[in-house]
């Protein structure tokens, strides 16, 4: 069981270069969420869905974009990447029903030079 | 909006004894859910215990219990027994159950489980 997926595990950008990260979940979970982590600050919450076609800001959506065409999947786009998108993004999901805690992908390591 | 405080960046404690980690959130919500998730160096996040705000008895998973002060909205965790394993950033996750179910999070306190 693969759970919540997430590609690439690394990598390194120069400013101004775009890049998709994905995320995929097997567990047929109806919300989705991009967060970013940074030292000292914890995860603060970028983008999420609550459906397929679905999208909403989060705390920290500046620079980002995403999309949910599929239900399974969920995507953050970086369209001009910056130094200050350094940083190691986690996708989650869960089920919509109750007290329902968030499933975390292993993470993916940015590093905009 | 929702805040979450971890007031302690770092902690260690010696193996098999007993530590407390403290957490404090400020909301206007009356109807919420608290968790605590664990990020070991492989840097997953593993949820340890989850509390709902509607219930007066504090959450116990095995070594892992809360201590659930609604009106002082505190939710502080405390590992018993503790073990290398145990070495992890901990972080505090605070719920509304509506409007996509966001989680806030705290900063994370670092525990060090010394041998």
């Known amino acids: 069981n693969a759970g919540v997926t997430q590609t690439p595990k690394f990598r390194v950008l120069k400013t101004g270069q775009s890049m998709t990260l994905l995320c995929a979940q097997d567990m047929n979970h109806e919300y989705m969420y991009w967060y970013r982590q940074d030292p000292g600050m914890g995860l603060r919450l970028i983008h999420y869905?609550?459906?397929?076609?679905?999208?909403a800001k989060g705390e920290v959506p500046d620079g980002y974009n995403v999309s949910r065409l599929k239900k399974q999947n969920f995507l953050l786009g970086l369209e001009s990447a910056a130094p200050s998108q350094t940083s190691v993004y986690f996708c989650?999901?869960?089920?919509?029903?109750?007290?329902?805690?968030?499933?975390f992908g292993d993470g993916t390591r940015l590093s905009i030079l | 909006a929702q805040t979450v405080t971890q007031s302690q960046p770092e902690m260690s404690v010696q193996e098999a004894e007993t530590v407390t980690l403290s957490c404090t959130y400020d909301?206007?919500?009356?109807?919420?859910?608290l968790f605590w998730y664990k990020q070991p160096p492989s840097r997953q996040m593993i949820l340890v215990i989850r509390?709902?705000?509607?219930?007066?008895q504090n959450a116990t998973e095995n070594r892992f219990s809360v201590n659930f002060q609604k009106a002082a909205k505190s939710f502080s965790l405390k590992i018993s027994d503790s073990q290398l394993g145990d070495t992890a950033m901990y972080f505090c996750?605070?719920?509304?159950?509506?409007?996509?179910?966001?989680?806030?999070f705290g900063t994370g306190t670092s525990l060090t489980v010394i041998p």
């Open positions: 989650a999901s869960s089920l919509n029903r109750g007290p329902q805690p968030q499933h």
């Open positions: 509390q709902e705000a509607y219930k007066q």
């Open positions: 869905s609550v459906g397929e076609g679905t999208t």
């Open positions: 909301t206007s919500e009356n109807n919420y859910y």
């Open positions: 996750a605070f719920m509304k159950p509506y409007g996509g179910n966001q989680f806030y």
